[in-house]
């Protein structure tokens, strides 16, 4: 029989992900096949998987934790925000039109048949599923119809962990606060607490261990103390942006303004590992600084309403000086179609149909029209003459006369445009490959050097999963996780 265990959070950005990527990467290497799990994910930063649909980037770094191939079915579904109110909705890794929050609210329920269908397959290959929830079970007035937290929980028979966040405050009252307002049919699946992110000496939290237990009448799995090194590891989503500014302290400044729908941002992880690089994330109100050598436009999930969120900001005149002044321009993805003169949406995918203006920094024009492309490639880097790979997760279609010199060639295609100092492409993920990159930053006077960026993203990953061995009972989970039987 398959080990099962759920982790879930006393709210958003606990610690849940990185958690199950520990656990993921410690129990793979005591020997065990190990697969993740997210029945129901939201966020922006998105994985082409090898079965050619897309999931949360937080399943795809679990997978490679344990060792495994990201398929569609780590992630049955995910929404992607494209407003304030709504979000595509992708099922088993294709999009399936989008809902406003209400809407999914209301039908959610009638997802979790195919959940079921993709924990059930994943089940079959695995000595244990680590699954991870979304938010909080304590969401009571979201309960019912509940396919992420408790009703999944239910659904699959699984025995649950909570987590708690000790930096944030209130750690005590926000387990106990868990324990107390939910139901007590989905109180009987806790079976654990772990305290996550603690600074300083953990014997001062002995009395509140002890409170704890008591309270819940459940034990303390672990209190797992501070992972600095999580900040080398791809974050979920857009959150880890909202206090980020400067990373890093090289002589060369890359500038990323901080897009209200920004998406895929870990493909700028490497680029603040590097020595010589200082990368700063631009936050709205604040104007791109004049000393930027590099301004890349990031991907985003929205690539109109992101162009006018751009201008409400003032960052196009910036961009635009920035480039007057013989500056380096990237745009990546839906950064790439802001490169262009115009964006148009004829069939309202986005929202209402419109065309308008892009930077103009590129002679090519951007309809978003088509299917969703998603897909792995590699081919040749024209603008560094070097190999170069990612992925593909776009809607839309480019061309203009400056696609006819390109960023890259894959498959005997062009790919991206380039212009002068500026350059876009369609290209997510292209800076893990080190060649590519450092060829790149090269081309732009930054000093060589030696990063070896998977490398480094592997032993992060160890160096997490003796970390969760030492401060947290494993044998405990393992005894929990088989008690579904």
């Excluded at 209400?102 to 269908?117: G, H, I, N, Q, S």
């Amino acid at each position: 029989m398959t080990l099962l265990i759920m982790l879930q959070g006393t709210g958003s950005d606990v610690g849940k992900s990185l958690i199950c990527a520990g656990l993921a990467r410690a129990f793979t290497n005591r020997g065990l096949k190990v697969l993740p799990f997210k029945p129901q994910n939201m966020s922006n930063n998105a994985a082409v998987t090898s079965d050619g649909g897309e999931i949360g980037r937080a399943q795809a770094l679990q997978a490679r934790a344990a060792n495994a191939e990201p398929t569609v079915h780590m992630n049955p579904v995910l929404l992607k925000p494209q407003t304030t109110t709504g979000a595509q909705v992708i099922i088993q890794g294709k999009a399936e039109g989008s809902l406003s929050a209400r809407d999914y609210m209301a039908t959610r329920e009638k997802y979790l048949p195919r959940v079921l269908d993709s924990f059930n397959k994943l089940k079959s290959q695995a000595d244990i599923v680590i699954v991870e929830g979304a938010g909080s079970p304590a969401e009571i007035n979201l309960r019912q119809g509940d396919i992420a937290n408790m009703g999944f929980a239910h659904a699959a028979n699984l025995p649950v962990l909570l987590i708690g966040d000790i930096h944030r405050g209130g750690v005590i009252a926000s387990i106990a606060g868990t324990y107390h307002f939910i139901s007590d049919k989905d109180a009987a699946r806790l079976k654990g607490f772990i305290i996550n992110n603690f600074h300083g000496d953990i014997k001062l939290f002995d009395e509140g261990r002890d409170i704890l237990e008591e309270a819940t009448n459940t034990p303390c799995i672990g209190i797992v103390p501070h992972f600095a090194d999580a900040a080398k590891l791809p974050a979920e989503d857009a959150v880890a942006l909202e206090t980020a500014s400067t990373l890093g302290n090289g002589n060369f400044h890359i500038c990323v303004p901080r897009l209200s729908r920004i998406a895929n941002f870990d493909d700028l992880d490497p680029l603040k590992l590097e020595n010589d690089v200082t990368l700063e994330i631009i936050q709205p109100g604040t104007p791109i600084p004049a000393h930027a050598d590099l301004i890349i436009i990031p991907g985003t999930k929205a690539t109109i309403a992101d162009m006018k969120y751009l201008r409400a900001q003032g960052w196009d005149i910036d961009i635009l000086a920035h480039a007057r002044r013989g500056g380096h321009v990237l745009g990546l993805c839906g950064g790439y179609q802001m490169l262009g003169k115009t964006i148009s949406d004829p069939d309202g995918i986005e929202g209402e149909p419109e065309t308008i203006k892009g930077l103009g920094l590129l002679n090519i024009e951007t309809n978003l029209i088509g299917d969703k492309t998603l897909t792995n490639v590699s081919g040749h880097c024209v603008k560094t003459n070097t190999d170069i790979s990612g992925y593909e997760i776009h809607i839309g279609q480019t061309s203009g006369p400056d696609c006819s010199n390109p960023f890259a060639n894959i498959n005997g295609q062009n790919e991206g445009a380039c212009n002068g100092n500026i350059s876009g492409t369609y290209l997510h993920g292209c800076f893990t490959n080190d060649t590519f990159r450092q060829a790149f930053l090269k081309s732009l006077g930054v000093a060589t050097s030696h990063l070896a960026f998977n490398d480094v993203i592997d032993q992060t990953l160890n160096n997490l999963a003796n970390y969760l061995e030492q401060s947290l009972d494993l044998d405990l989970i393992l005894k929990i996780a088989a008690s579904n039987k």
